[in-house]
């Protein structure tokens, strides 16, 4: 059982590229979130879904897209990287019955920009 | 009045030490409240919940007063292992399990 799995762990970016971060879950939860974690600050929610084919904005969404066209995962995009996007990003998930259980956390991507 | 607050730090303690960190919010509707830990920037992990007045797990204490909406955090006998940082954590929504992050309270053990 692997939980929650992120892709990739490190990445740098040029300013204006484009990519993709992937969290994969095998817990057939219902709810999964992005957040980012800069220095001095708390997690802050980027987006969210609450079921798969649905989205919704989180605290800090601009500049952000993401997709669940499947169940299992929730996809982060960065359309054209900046370098305050610069963070660590944090993917959870958690089951549509246990909304006051703790969230399950991935592993983490670093990301730089440049 | 920040939705989630923590004293940020750090805390520098001697091992053996007891410490305590606070935690306010602002959601009065919030029933259940979370301590996580942070080590180096990895994946915050559950180190307790919260859903009452209080909670023990050996030597961690954590208790909750509804009236001032608050949270704290007691350690007993910091080892140098309990060098992190400690988030507390709010539910801001029932319905979509939405999680408000305080930014975190860092601790620093010294032999």
């Known amino acids: 059982n692997a939980g929650v799995t992120q892709t990739p762990k490190f990445r740098v970016l040029k300013t204006g590229q484009s990519m993709t971060l992937l969290c994969a879950q095998d817990m057939n939860h219902e709810y999964m979130y992005w957040y980012r974690q800069d220095p001095g600050m708390g997690l802050r929610l980027i987006h969210y879904s609450v079921g798969e084919g649905t989205t919704a904005k989180g605290e800090v969404p601009d500049g952000y897209n993401v997709s669940r066209l499947k169940k299992q995962n929730f996809l982060l995009g960065l359309e054209s990287a900046a370098p305050s996007q610069t963070s660590v990003y944090f993917c959870?998930?958690?089951?549509?019955?246990?909304?006051?259980?703790?969230?399950?956390f991935g592993d983490g991507t670093r990301l730089s920009i440049l | 009045r920040k939705e989630v607050e923590q004293d940020p730090g750090p805390f520098n303690v001697p091992e053996g030490a007891t410490v305590a960190f606070n935690c306010t919010y602002s959601n009065s509707a919030s029933q259940s409240f979370f301590w996580y830990r942070q080590d180096c920037r990895k994946e915050p992990k559950l180190l307790m919940s919260v859903y009452s007045s209080g909670n023990e797990d050996g030597r961690f204490t954590a208790q909750l007063n509804r009236a001032s909406q608050y949270i704290s955090l007691l350690i007993r006998d910091s080892k140098l292992s309990d060098s992190a940082t400690y988030l507390c954590v709010v539910p801001f929504s029932s319905n979509t399990g939405k999680l408000i992050f305080g930014q975190g309270t860092t601790l620093q053990v010294k032999p």
């Open positions: 959870a998930s958690n089951k549509l019955t246990d909304l006051n259980q703790p969230q399950h």
